[in-house]
């Protein structure tokens, strides 16, 4: 009786076990097939030499990069498609990422497209308006970046009062 007990949990086990590989390899390819379509995508701007006055830097936790109004189409590819603790820093020519472990993105001012407050993303749900969400064009395709910031308010007045500078020299 005790044999037969320890065969089946034996091999339920095993089933079990197997089912978890086949579904870490159908994550696996997945993403290797997003990446594979999103290869055209251009790599995004690398920090500059010299990239201007700092309105402030901005601990915050980078959590990730969709397809413009696509909330759930995530961006695999250079590097954007990790959430991780970063650096956020408003320069008067635009924002400047700092991931560890990765090079500096940069995203000049004239791309970016809007800012302003979500509350969800993909693999992301936080209160009303916690995420900030910077929406900038990445080559030809437009994309939503998404930011929980730690100082949130000091984050998007730098981003909106920069923006609204701007675009007030450009009338």
């Not at 320890?6 to 579904?23: E, M, N, P, Q, R």
């Not at 909330?71 to 991931?99: E, K, M, Q, Y």
Request: proline share 4%; charged share 20%; glycine share 8%.
């Amino acid at each position: 009786m005790l044999r037969g007990s320890l065969v089946d949990k034996t091999v339920s086990a095993i089933i079990v076990l197997a089912i978890l590989v086949v579904a870490l390899g159908l994550m696996v390819l997945g993403w290797r097939a997003r990446k594979r379509r999103q290869s055209t995508l251009p790599a995004p701007y690398a920090a500059p030499e010299v990239a201007g006055n700092e309105y402030g830097t901005f601990e915050s936790f980078y959590v990730a990069t969709t397809i413009a109004r696509e909330p759930l189409n995530r961006v695999a590819v250079h590097g954007l498609g990790f959430r991780a603790r970063c650096d956020a820093t408003v320069t008067d020519s635009g924002l400047l990422i700092a991931i560890g472990g990765q090079p500096d993105i940069y995203i000049p001012l004239t791309d970016i497209r809007e800012v302003q407050r979500a509350t969800w993303t993909i693999d992301r749900v936080v209160e009303e308006g916690g995420l900030i969400l910077i929406g900038w064009t990445l080559g030809e395709t437009e994309v939503d970046s998404y930011f929980r910031a730690e100082e949130p308010e000091a984050f998007l007045s730098a981003l909106t009062s920069l923006r609204a500078t701007t675009e007030s020299e450009s009338k």
